[in-house]
């Protein structure tokens, strides 16, 4: 489920409907922050289309993930744990014009909520405009160059785990039976 999603600002997501996956991404464990690439990104400078692991806290990031909708967004990107790890390139418009935004951050799902085993079945229920991912595919990773060789191993690497686990990708948004395909690479 798209479950935390602004308007012009960013759209978060990343607790599987499996509670299996969910399940083995616990097993893995929190993900230390990275160190900050000021020389590619700066705070409040972000530009739309990046893709940054959620957190709450130093060495707090776990499987959620949000894709920012504007360039320059206040406040973001200040904290150790906002990294920007992949861009979209292709294909943006889906998540500004396919994900249903009315519930904005405030009266959509409540986070810890959705972490419950029923969260899919019954409680979502509530929220019936949602817009929902409905699967992943790996591919392979382009050449941009805003990335070093090194940077492009680490997000491949993060991004085949992601995949795995029931991360993301490509990704098909289900919204209205719109489906549309996202192209993410580092």
Same mark, same amino acid.
């Not at 489920?1 to 600002?9: E, G, H, N, P, V």
């Given at each position: 489920? *798209?479950?935390?999603?602004?308007?012009?600002?960013t759209?978060?997501?990343?607790?599987?409907?499996?509670?299996?996956? %969910?399940?083995?991404?616990?097993?893995?464990?929190?993900?230390?922050?990275?160190?900050? /690439?000021?020389?590619?990104?700066?705070?409040?400078?972000?530009?739309?289309?990046?893709?940054?692991?959620?957190g709450?806290?130093?060495?707090?990031?776990?499987?959620?993930?949000?894709?920012?909708?504007?360039?320059?967004?206040?406040? *973001?990107?200040?904290? /150790?744990?906002?990294?920007?790890?992949?861009?979209?390139?292709?294909?943006?418009?889906?998540?500004?014009?396919?994900?249903?935004?009315?519930?904005?951050?405030?009266?959509?799902?409540?986070?810890?909520?959705?972490?419950?085993?029923?969260?899919?079945?019954?409680?979502?229920?509530?929220?019936?405009?949602?817009?929902? %991912?409905?699967?992943?595919? %790996?591919?392979?990773?382009?050449?941009?160059?805003?990335?070093?060789?090194? *940077?492009?191993?680490?997000?491949?690497?993060?991004?085949?785990?992601?995949?795995?686990?029931?991360?993301?990708?490509?990704?098909? *948004?289900?919204?209205?039976?719109?489906?549309?395909?996202?192209?993410?690479?580092?």
């Open positions: 489920a *798209l479950f935390r999603c602004q308007k012009d600002i759209v978060q997501f990343g607790i599987p409907k499996s509670r299996t996956k %969910m399940r083995k991404w616990h097993k893995i464990g929190n993900i230390p922050d990275d160190h900050k /690439r000021t020389d590619l990104f700066q705070q409040s400078h972000w530009q739309k289309g990046l893709l940054s692991f959620a709450g806290g130093a060495d707090s990031r776990g499987g959620q993930i949000f894709v920012t909708l504007s360039n320059d967004i206040p406040n *973001l990107g200040g904290e /150790r744990w906002e990294t920007p790890f992949a861009e979209v390139v292709d294909g943006l418009q889906v998540w500004t014009d396919d994900v249903y935004f009315e519930y904005g951050d405030r009266n959509g799902p409540d986070q810890g909520r959705l972490f419950a085993d029923d969260a899919y079945t019954h409680y979502l229920k509530q929220f019936p405009k949602l817009t929902y %991912m409905e699967y992943c595919n %790996m591919v392979a990773p382009h050449d941009h160059s805003s990335f070093d060789f090194e *940077l492009q191993q680490i997000v491949f690497s993060t991004l085949f785990v992601l995949c795995c686990i029931g991360g993301l990708v490509v990704i098909s *948004l289900y919204h209205r039976k719109n489906h549309k395909n996202l192209r993410f690479t580092k």
